[in-house]
């Protein structure tokens, strides 16, 4: 299993809070990302399991895109400096889609999540019964838990609506893990449509958020 260790502590909210309505806002996607100062903060022994950053070097080799990144063989049994694959990111990100902002390609990345775990062992049990938004959700957090180590939970708010709490998640949160969110259920059916889900945060400082999930 993969090892981490947590940020130095910040404005850590408290989870008995419950943002208003008014505190959620979409992502401002077109903003600047001080990507290199949000590396420097992850401590050097992070992890991160290296299938990810495989995926990233699958799509790369795809798109033909030129492999000078740090490492170009990943195996999907180790683990790597999260450090290292939060600079792939950036790197793929740019080399993708060089005309978008940067944040609009990690939330791409996250989208991608739901399909990658699906194809690992245990990515096949986690969302057999992943069928509908709920437990899609479940399944999400249970593989947060189970594969990142991170605290990630949620809460039905309605038939159509959940908070998805997001607790010292360490790399992009508001921009790769709403993608991992809106991928979960974008990968949901009813009614012969796929869901499509909308996503708006409220951050207590760059690790820690409450995600407000309507479909």
């Known amino acids: 299993m993969d090892s981490r260790t947590k940020p ?15 505190h959620f806002s979409v992502p401002l996607w077109d903003a600047p990302l001080a990507h290199e100062a949000l590396i420097a903060r992850v ?13 990233l070097i699958d799509l790369l080799k795809a798109a033909g895109k030129p ?3 740090e490492r170009v063989r990943y195996h999907g049994f180790e683990t790597v400096s999260l450090r290292e694959h939060m600079r792939l990111m950036v790197y793929a990100a740019r080399l993708l889609w060089p005309n978008d902002p940067l944040r609009i390609g ?8 739901r399909s990658s775990v699906e194809n690992t062992t245990y990515g096949k ?11 899609s959700l479940r399944a999400m957090c249970d593989t947060y838990r189970a594969m990142l180590r991170y605290n990630v939970t949620f809460s039905m708010v309605s038939a159509r609506e959940a908070h998805v709490a997001m607790r010292d998640v360490l790399y992009y949160c508001d921009s790769c893990h709403v993608g991992v969110v809106e991928g979960m259920l974008a990968a949901v059916t009813a009614g012969g449509v796929n869901l499509a889900p909308r996503v708006s945060v409220w951050m207590s400082d760059d690790c820690n958020g409450v995600f407000r999930v309507r479909w």
């Open 43 to 55: 401590p050097e022994t992070a992890m991160i399991r290296a299938r990810f950053s495989a995926d």
């Open 8 to 22: 130095p502590r910040q404005r850590t909210m408290s989870m008995d809070f419950e943002p208003l309505e008014s």
């Open 106 to 113: 990690l939330r791409r990345f996250g989208r991608g999540v």
């Open 67 to 69: 492999l000078d990144a």
């Open 125 to 135: 049990v986690a969302f057999a019964g992943a069928v509908d938004a709920e437990s």
